[in-house]
Structures are given as structure tokens and as C-alpha cells.
């Protein structure tokens, strides 16, 4: 089955400590990106990658990187999170180097307290 | 400075009439435009899209317009169906440019019965 998988879907940390957001997709797919989405703010692009060790910023990459060293993965790295960075996250991937129809991962919510 | 704006953000529509969910965005170089559904609990799942070489697409029950003089789209979804009550994202995409993806804060669409 085509799938974009995250992990964890649910984490509850404290501040400044390091965490890490796994996503894997199984389709092959160039594309990957990591979106936050808040209340009333909609979906916001934090990074993405368009191939294997090429990463982007989108509109908001404060706080985080990101890596992208095998086609399948994408995890997403919160070096010192901060409350700031309670969210929904969502990763996404698709065919072609651009993001043309993503298929989007389940969603991680994080709380930082 | 938001580049994508869905103003409504909520939109009830009787079943089995047609449900219009607008979008306006600002920047004149978005050559791209996507249409996304997201249930709660789940990942946003992709709906339609459309160059703006074009003015209409249409897929089933769904239809995008693009008006680029007005820079402004419509998803019009007829007709309405129970399963269409959802949030639905605008986006919209620079590709000749780089290849972030500005998405709109989203309309709630309650289907009535």
C-alpha cells in the first residue's frame, strides 16, 4: 500500500530537548516536505527536498532541520524545541521534483511544555 | 503578508446543492494550484489541480476555476454530497521558480442533510 508513515504520531517533551520526527515513504517519490499546521494559520512549509542531500527552506524553517540522506526518508530534527513549536506536523512526499500532488503522512502532534 | 487567502472560514451547503469554496492569492507569478481535503485526525488528501495555463479543470463532482486576472479560484463540488464535510486547502505554487508551496488557512464544509 502507498503510504507516507510518521513517527511518532504523539510526543509530549520538555524544553530544549532534542528531538526527532521520522518519516518514510514507499513510492519512490522525489519530493518530500514537512509542514506545521495551527489553528487559524493553516498549513505551513517548513522545509522540503527535491532529491537525495537537496533540502530547501520553506516559509517557516526557524527551529528545525532537516536531512535527507536515502530517497525514503525524512526526518525532521527539533535541536532545542520550545513551546513555540506545539504543533501538528504533517510530512508529505510526491512524484517529479516539484510538489505537485503530495500524499501526506498521518500527523504527529507534538506538545512542548 | 499572506499570499494565499481562503476568507471564509467556514461554508455550510445543503446536500445534493453546489458547495463553492473561494480562494484569492496575491502574487501574480503562482503559475500552479491545488486543492486539498483533510478529515480530522488524518493527513490532508490531495483533490485537483490547475495550471494557469488553463481556466477550468474538472474531475467527477469536482471543478476548479481559475480566474488569473482577478487572481482569484473557485472549487465548486456538485452535488454535495455528506462525505464532502471537511477542511478544504487552497495552495498554490511558483514552479518556474523554486519549488515551495503556499497554502491557505483552509474553509470548513459542513454538508447538511
Known amino acids: 500500500e502507498a503510504q507516507v508513515t510518521q513517527n511518532p504520531r504523539y510526543l509530549i517533551t520538555v524544553t530544549g530537548k532534542k528531538l526527532t520526527v521520522t518519516c518514510s515513504q514507499n513510492?519512490?517519490?522525489?519530493?518530500m516536505s514537512w509542514y506545521r499546521q495551527d489553528p487559524g494559520l493553516g498549513l505551513r512549509q517548513i522545509y522540503y527536498?527535491?532529491?537525495?542531500?537537496?533540502?530547501d527552506k520553506g516559509d517557516v524553517p526557524e527551529g528545525y532541520k532537516v536531512s535527507r540522506k536515502e530517497k525514503r526518508n525524512f526526518p525532521l530534527i527539533l535541536e532545542s524545541p520550545s513551546p513555540n513549536q506545539t504543533s501538528l506536523y504533517f510530512c508529505?512526499?510526491?512524484?517529479?521534483?516539484?510538489?505537485?500532488?503530495?500524499?501526506f503522512g498521518p500527523g504527529t502532534r507534538l506538545t512542548v511544555t | 503578508d499572506q499570499q494565499v487567502k481562503q476568507n471564509s472560514p467556514s461554508l455550510s451547503v445543503q446536500e445534493g446543492r453546489i458547495s463553492i469554496l473561494n480562494c484569492d492569492y496575491t502574487?501574480?507569478?503562482?503559475?500552479?494550484f491545488l486543492w486539498y481535503k483533510k478529515y480530522p485526525a488524518e493527513g490532508p488528501t490531495f483533490l485537483i489541480s490547475?495550471?494557469?495555463?488553463?481556466d477550468k479543470n474538472e474531475d467527477g463532482r469536482f471543478t476548479v476555476f481559475l480566474n488569473k486576472s482577478a487572481k482569484h479560484l473557485s472549487l465548486h463540488i456538485v452535488p454535495s454530497q455528506p462525505g464532502d464535510s471537511a477542511v478544504y486547502f487552497c495552495?498554490?505554487?511558483?514552479?518556474?521558480?523554486?519549488?515551495?508551496?503556499?497554502f491557505g488557512k483552509g474553509t470548513r464544509l459542513h454538508i447538511l442533510p
Open positions: 508529505a512526499s510526491s512524484w517529479g521534483l516539484t510538489p505537485y500532488e503530495q500524499y
Open positions: 495552495a498554490a505554487s511558483e514552479m518556474n521558480r523554486d519549488d515551495k508551496i503556499i
Open positions: 527536498s527535491m532529491n537525495v542531500e537537496v533540502t
Open positions: 490547475i495550471s494557469s495555463i488553463k
Open positions: 502574487n501574480s507569478m503562482f503559475d500552479y
Open positions: 513510492m519512490n517519490h522525489e519530493y
